[in-house]
């Protein structure tokens, strides 16, 4: 990296604080090739802090959600002989519900195979104690969860359901929510802990901090490995940069495995 480090520390800051590319290029003078080389480099590290720093952390209650975006263009106008990376993205988000820790992270097609290996993440960050976990009525968790966290945990789904919209009518805003059903789906789950409420308010920490989740704007990844570089700096700066407002301090101080806030310098040089 050619970039001093002052430097590169606030390009980061911009793209961290819903900055898109190319306002970042205006606003530092720092080519869009060389801000996309960083932010690269910049996931590729946070990616191993998040392996290595978020492990055997012991919780109560999890939380699981998937956050949709596309790379290059939307599913269906993808045509047969595209690139195989275009199309519909969903980043899948497990945190435990008291520290805010996000424990981890999967970005892939909405199906089997993600869940799966977003589940053995989750059972691979979190210590071996009992946990109680609630998800969405995503069918492909009922069998990832018991296959890989049967031996320690109690699962319920959370299920909302949502009004449709009139006819003719294009939304742009969430749907309005109908009725919401409380499914228990493995062990004996607290009915009081059965909730999705935080890792749903991440959701909009996402959007609001990550330009390319941004909807209506054509600031859209356009390559999967920046789409993947992007994702993984913003959960390892929430982990271990960004003060919770009512923690006081970051989910990473929190849950006990950092002693002090982090810095971006810190990230770029861990």
Same mark, same amino acid.
């Given at each position: ?43 590729? &590290?946070?990616? !191993?802090?998040?392996? %290595?720093?978020? +492990? ?5 209650? #999890?939380?699981?959600? $998937? @956050? ?91 299920? &909302?359901?949502? !009004?449709?919209?009139? %006819?003719?009518? +294009? ?5 309005? #929510?109908?009725?919401? $059903? @409380? ?88």
């Amino acid at each position: 990296m050619y970039l001093p480090l002052d430097k590169a520390e606030m390009v980061l800051k911009l793209l961290l604080e819903g900055n898109s590319v190319s306002s970042t290029e205006r606003i530092t003078d720092v080519h869009h090739g060389t801000i996309l080389k960083l932010l690269v480099l910049a996931g590729d &590290k946070c990616e !191993r802090i998040m392996a %290595e720093k978020v +492990r055997n952390v012991t919780v109560r209650d #999890v939380e699981t959600d $998937e @956050v949709w975006a596309f790379i290059g263009k939307k599913q269906k106008r993808v045509r047969p002989g595209d690139d195989p990376n275009l199309g519909d993205y969903y980043t899948f988000v497990a945190i435990e519900r008291h520290s805010k820790l996000v424990l981890n992270i999967a970005m892939g097609k909405r199906d089997q195979g993600t869940t799966d290996a977003f589940i053995e993440g989750v059972r691979q960050a979190t210590a071996r104690g009992y946990l109680q976990i609630t998800t969405d009525g995503f069918a492909p968790y009922r069998t990832a969860i018991p296959n890989t966290l049967g031996d320690r945990c109690d699962f319920a789904q959370l299920i &909302k359901v949502y !009004r449709a919209a009139p %006819e003719g009518e +294009r939304r742009y805003s969430p749907a309005e #929510v109908q009725s919401v $059903e @409380v499914v228990p789906v493995m062990g004996r789950p607290d009915p009081g802990r059965i909730c999705t409420s935080i890792v749903e308010r991440s959701n909009l920490s996402v959007r609001m901090g990550t330009r390319r989740f941004t909807r209506l704007t054509n600031a859209f990844s356009k390559k999967w490995e920046n789409h993947w570089a992007a994702v993984v700096l913003w959960f390892t700066f929430y982990n271990f940069c960004r003060v919770h407002k009512s923690l006081r301090v970051t989910p990473a101080m929190e849950a006990g495995i950092a002693d002090h806030v982090w810095t971006i310098g810190e990230l770029l040089s861990a």
